[in-house]
């Protein structure tokens, strides 16, 4: 048997060949080909295939025959049941039409019937038909005339019961024949009778359009009314106008006591969110809100915002909407829409006074809501006051919808601009409050006396790393929160957020540059004035120095970028750069750093000048014991070393080199002509003071005041470099004898031991102590520096 792949392939080869017009191919071992040869293709078979593949191929032979004969067997059930329902449907088809047929019979005998006596009636009445005819044409004609005799009559029946619609209907119904047949004597005196009372109506809607307490509604009926009786429409207009505004002003002016209500009662908390309401173009729906005109209470004043914009929708919106939507019904419809003639030639002029008018209205009503927004009482959350102003910009935007040439939606857009503004203000100056108490808060807990305890250093320690934290936590948490509640303004919801003119300038300009910058460059401002300060606390300026450490180095990147995506910001053209605010954080926190050295470097100096000036170092005796301030200073170092790594890394620190701790001075043996220095490099015929400006001249010179590294040992080192400065110049300022040489270098020998664990780079530290020594040898009367092993052994005894 073939293989089943390759008869279809042949078969597709086949279709393929017949569709496309390009002949057949013939074969007459193609079993399914009617050119098929039995014996040709059995030879074949034989000849190429093995006995297992004969075996095979009989097998799918016979597997083939065995379902065809299946297939074929269902084919002739199908056909045979097919073949039966037919049979039964023709059947009861055959009975069925046997019984219709004398039915059939039977209506065309009815129909016949009843035609003929149609006919016969028709003929009977054909004469009366006429007769009636004519009777019924006079009556009506006689009823008309009864109509038009009792017009005047019931003109002013409708004048007396203020139906004046029903009046003018009348009226406008026989206008037309009266005018006709004004010129025959019997409707002269009718036509005279009917103008004097049309005249009593006219004059009775000009009345009642004069009235201040009429409603909306009843000022547009009047007025179409006065049309339909023909009064030119000019004048119409601009009184229907005047009457329109006086309505309007009142509620303006109720609106306007509620806002100034609220502008002196803010509450406390904001209102809850309502359901926007999307603004109706039928002029039907408006039609229940203009009666109610005067039912603005003064206790409305409590109301929310959203209740307040709901109001000024049913009462002015409303209002406005309906007396826009009847003006154009009246003045500006075409005669083709139904329309007077005479609309259309004064429709230019028709509708500049509209837009006129509403442009005027409009003005005050923005005004009065602007007043409502302003004394909404800021909070955490603005959604009650975006959806309220969302739903005041889609009822503007819908007006100049219904108006064409007008663009109210732009100054919506602006109230709510400025609604935007006041609220980044208000996040501003919120901002600067919390960092203001933030402050207050550290500061005074900084003030606030301790009690010490066995782990000092350590809770000094966690005490300002947690002042560190919640100051940073504080500061970025306030931020997150104010831009996530100003984010209210951007939802897509409301329609004037999808607006790129108020994104862009919402967005960039009043939350990102007016909000987050601002705030940034505003604690900048603040740490840099506290640094200024007379009164300031060291430890506070240690704080605020890691603190914009801090925010240089990851806060300010956080939080730019988180307002930049929770705001879509993707455009930074013209906005302030990273690099800007991050810049101006690194310079105020190395500002504070190295006002914060020198302050304690000053304290430590006072100390140390102190108690220069107040020893006598000419009379003073043999020195025993390291003084008292040395001890001192030590202990403030070491304090403020506690401080400074509480909040700053160690940094790099020199290796000591090995004969650090054995650094002496020989003794010298001084003459009144000169004297003998330790140094080896000093020839014996030098004096003291030549010493001193060759170890300068060969040394590197030490910036005193370079600004520090935001590490621990160049804070310290800067600390250290102040103090041992001024006790150098004190020390030059005083005449010691050779026991107050021998006390400093006592002093310089204990505080060389001790602060090499405090400075960056030893060498700084041994030439500023070798200057102290140099400069007291220099002063001295009789220099003569004591034995190194005495020296240390002093030092160790204190």
Request: aromatic content about 6%; overall charge negative.
């Amino acid at each position: 048997m073939a293989d089943p792949d390759s008869k279809k392939e042949r078969k597709h080869r086949k279709e393929l060949l017949q569709f496309y017009g390009g002949g057949t191919e013939e074969t007459p071992y193609d079993i399914n080909s009617k050119h098929f040869n039995l014996d040709m293709y059995v030879q074949k078979t034989i000849k190429e295939c093995s006995l297992k593949q004969l075996l095979e191929h009989e097998a799918g032979l016979v597997s083939e025959i065995q379902g065809l004969d299946s297939d074929c067997q269902t084919l002739v059930y199908d056909h045979y049941d097919k073949f039966i329902a037919a049979a039964d449907i023709v059947r009861k088809m055959k009975d069925g039409s046997v019984s219709m047929e004398g039915q059939i019979t039977r209506l065309q005998q009815n129909m016949a019937g009843i035609t003929a006596s149609s006919t016969t009636i028709t003929e009977a009445l054909q004469e009366r038909r006429g007769h009636l005819g004519r009777l019924l044409g006079v009556h009506g004609t006689l009823k008309k005339l009864e109509f038009l005799f009792h017009l005047p009559q019931k003109i002013d029946e409708c004048i007396a019961d203020k139906n004046f619609s029903e009046g003018v209907m009348s009226y406008v119904e026989t206008a037309e024949v009266l005018h006709r047949y004004r010129h025959l004597p019997s409707f002269t005196a009718i036509h005279q009778d009917c103008q004097a009372a049309v005249a009593r109506l006219n004059s009775a809607l000009k009345n009642q359009l004069a009235l201040k307490e009429g409603s909306a509604r009843q000022l547009t009926e009047s007025v179409d009314l006065l049309l339909q009786l023909g009064e030119p429409a000019e004048g119409l207009c601009d009184d229907f106008l005047a009457h329109a505004r006086i309505k309007l002003e009142e509620n303006l002016a109720n609106l306007s006591h509620i806002a100034e209500g609220a502008m002196g009662s803010k509450q406390d908390e904001a209102p809850p969110e309502h359901p926007e309401d999307q603004p109706d173009t039928n002029i039907s729906a408006h039609d229940t809100l203009a009666d109610d005109t005067t039912d603005i209470q003064p206790e409305h004043a409590s109301m929310d915002i959203l209740e307040f914009i709901d109001l000024c929708h049913e009462t002015f919106v409303g209002n406005l909407w309906l007396v826009i939507s009847s003006y154009k019904e009246m003045f500006l419809r075409s005669p083709e829409e139904g329309g007077s003639s005479s609309n259309s030639v004064c429709a230019g002029v028709a509708m500049e006074k509209l837009r006129v008018f509403v442009g005027e209205l409009v003005e005050q009503y923005v005004a009065v809501v602007g007043v409502r927004v302003a004394g909404e009482p800021d909070s955490a959350h603005y959604g009650p006051l975006t959806t309220a102003l969302d739903k005041f910009h889609r009822r503007l935007h819908a007006i100049t919808q219904l108006l064409p040439n007008t663009n109210f939606g732009e100054v919506a857009l602006g109230l709510v601009l400025e609604a935007g503004e006041a609220r980044c203000q208000a996040s501003l100056s919120a901002l600067k409050a919390g960092l203001a108490a933030n402050l207050a808060d550290v500061r005074h807990a900084l003030a606030a006396p301790r009690h010490p305890t066995q782990d000092g250093a350590e809770a000094a320690t966690r005490h300002l790393n947690e002042h560190l934290t919640r100051l940073v936590a504080a500061t970025a948490a306030s931020i997150k929160d104010r831009v996530t509640a100003l984010q209210a303004f951007t939802q897509p919801k409301h329609t004037f957020a999808v607006v790129a003119e108020f994104r862009r300038q919402f967005c960039r300009e009043l939350v990102r540059e007016g909000v987050v910058v601002a705030f940034f460059l505003h604690l900048t401002d603040t740490v840099l004035s506290l640094a200024n300060k007379k009164d300031k606390d060291p430890v506070l300026l240690l704080l605020l120095s890691r603190m914009c450490l801090d925010l240089h180095t990851s806060t300010v990147h956080y939080l730019l970028s988180h307002c930049d995506e929770q705001l879509q910001i993707e455009d930074k053209t013209g906005l302030t750069p990273l690099s800007s605010i991050t810049a101006g954080m690194r310079d105020a926190g190395q500002t504070l750093l190295n006002q914060y050295v020198h302050t304690q470097g000053a304290v430590i100096s006072q100390m140390l000048r102190r108690s220069v000036e107040v020893k006598d170092w000419l009379g003073c005796g043999e020195p025993r014991s390291v003084r008292r301030v040395m001890r001192t200073v030590l202990d403030d170092l070491s304090t403020i070393d506690t401080q400074v790594g509480a909040l700053y890394e160690d940094g790099s620190q020199r290796d000591r080199s090995s004969d650090s701790s054995r650094r002496t001075y020989h003794s010298v043996s001084v003459s009144r002509g000169g004297a003998r220095s330790a140094w080896s490099y000093t020839p014996s015929q030098l004096d003291n003071s030549l010493v001193a400006n060759l170890n300068k001249l060969w040394s590197e010179r030490i910036e005193i005041f370079a600004p520090v590294e935001f590490t621990r040992v160049s804070i310290l080192t800067g600390i250290v470099k102040i103090s041992l400065k001024t006790l150098l110049e004190s020390v030059r300022l005083r005449t010691l004898s050779r026991f107050g040489l021998q006390q400093v270098q006592v002093d310089v020998h204990f505080l060389r031991t001790f602060l090499w664990s405090y400075v960056a780079d030893e060498q700084v530290l041994n030439v500023l102590l070798d200057e102290v020594v140099t400069s007291a040898s220099v002063r001295c009367c009789d220099p003569e520096l004591m034995e190194q092993r005495v020296v240390e052994f002093i030092c160790e005894q204190s």
